[in-house]
Each structure stands twice: as C-alpha cells, then as structure tokens.
T-cell receptor, first 110, second 112 residues
Framework: GEDVEQSLFLSVREGDSSVINCTYTDSSSTYLYWYKQEPGAGLQLLTYIFSNMDMKQDQRLTVLLNKKDKHLSLRIADTQTGDSAIYFCAEKRVDDKIIFGKGTRLHILP | DTEVTQTPKHLVMGMTNKKSLKCEQHMGHRAMYWYKQKAKKPPELMFVYSYEKLSINESVPSRFSPECPNSSLLNLHLHALQPEDSALYLC???????????FGEGSRLTVL
C-alpha cells in the first residue's frame, strides 16, 4: 500500500521498555526516521537509520530495521513520563519525499 | 543556532482575508519545506524548496502561495482560504533535500 503504517496507541508502565512498530512502503527508501511530537509542538527528530544498517543505538533509543519485511521499530528503554508524546516514523522515498506514518500515541502509566 | 522559527504562532482569518506565514532558519540549510497537519493526523507535505527554487508542489490549491525570498526565509501566502484549511502549518529545513528535517513549532491557523 501507499501508507506508512503504525499502531495508533501504546500504553507502557513507567520504567518499562516501549516498542513502537512501523511498516514502510518503499523498499528503495534510503533513510528512515523517528520523530517525536509533544502536544501543541512541532516535530523533533529523535533518530534515523540508513537502509544499509540493521540496528542503531543512541542512549535509551534502539532502532531495528528489517529491510526484507520493510519493518522498522523504536525501542525506548526505561520509559519516563517525559516520553509521553506521539511518535512518527517516516521514510525518505526515491523521489526525495519524506512521508510520515499516522503516528503512535505513547501513554505512560504510573 | 539550530532553530527553525515560525511566526505567527496562532492566526485567525476570515475567508476573504490575505495573510502570510513566515519561517526562518540560520543553519545554512538549502532545503525548506511546508507541511500541513490536521488534528490527530500525520504531517502532509505541501511544498519543497531547494536552493531557493520550488522543487516539489504536492498539488496544493493556488490559494496557498509559497515564496522563498532567500536561503534563510520561507513564506506561505494565504488568500481566500476555506474553513477546512484550518490546521497546524509546519515549516522544516534540511541541509539537503530529504535530509534530516528540523521542524519549527508551527503556526496554528483557524479559518472562520
């Protein structure tokens, strides 16, 4: 399909790990991104991965890429209340357009 | 300076008004973008400028008119908008086209 797919909601207890999944559309996409959006704010780039990589770790964030299945995931270790936001995955397609998924709203339980 | 600055933060306009949204970056980025975001939806690409030239127009209605006066500035001129155009308008920049996007906080537009 044409859409970048993400589940809409995820609830996680504070201190646990959060895993947000994404399926993208273009097997030729070269860059894949994760953005965070807090209420009323713009989007903040969290991390990105090149399509020739399987994994990237950056402090509490781990990105896994399965290029065969066009599947991308973002793991947030030791989830905190400040991680509550909407997380968008995005792909850079061969036509240089960056297309966003619908976003996953992460809710942190006390 | 790693900021993209957008003004105004909020704008209310009637359907016959003419207004403009402004965006500025001083990171030396050569690509700038306008995205539109409706509530609980992902950002949708509207326009891309590369080296001050319009490179992508996603079939946006002519009531939205982009302008890139120089490499640091990007405007979006609004005229004869409809209530369904009410949304958050996000400006972004990147070092090159489709590189890492740096977003502004957005301009929230309400069309009455």
């Amino acid at each position: 399909g044409e859409d970048v797919e993400q589940s809409l909601f995820l609830s996680v207890r504070e201190g646990d790990s959060s895993v947000i999944n994404c399926t993208y559309t273009d097997s030729s996409s070269t860059y894949l991104y994760w953005y965070k959006q807090e209420p009323g704010a713009g989007l903040q780039l969290l991390t990105y991965i090149f399509s020739n990589m399987d994994m990237k770790q950056d402090q509490r964030l781990t990105v896994l890429l399965n290029k065969k299945d066009k599947h991308l995931s973002l793991r947030i270790a030791d989830t905190q209340t400040g991680d509550s936001a909407i997380y968008f995955c995005a792909e850079k397609r061969v036509d240089d357009k960056i297309i966003f998924g619908k976003g996953t709203r992460l809710h942190i339980l006390p | 300076d790693t900021e993209v600055t957008q003004t105004p933060k909020h704008l209310v306009m009637g359907m016959t008004n003419k207004k403009s949204l402004k965006c500025e970056q001083h990171m030396g980025h050569r690509a700038m973008y306008w995205y539109k975001q409706k509530a609980k939806k992902p950002p949708e690409l509207m326009f891309v400028y590369s080296y001050e030239k319009l490179s992508i127009n996603e079939s946006v209605p002519s009531r939205f008119s982009p302008e890139c006066p120089n490499s640091s500035l990007l405007n979006l001129h609004l005229h004869a908008l409809q209530p369904e155009d009410s949304a958050l308008y996000l400006c972004a920049s990147s070092q090159f086209v489709a590189g890492e996007l740096f977003f502004g906080e957005g301009s929230r537009l309400t069309v009455l």
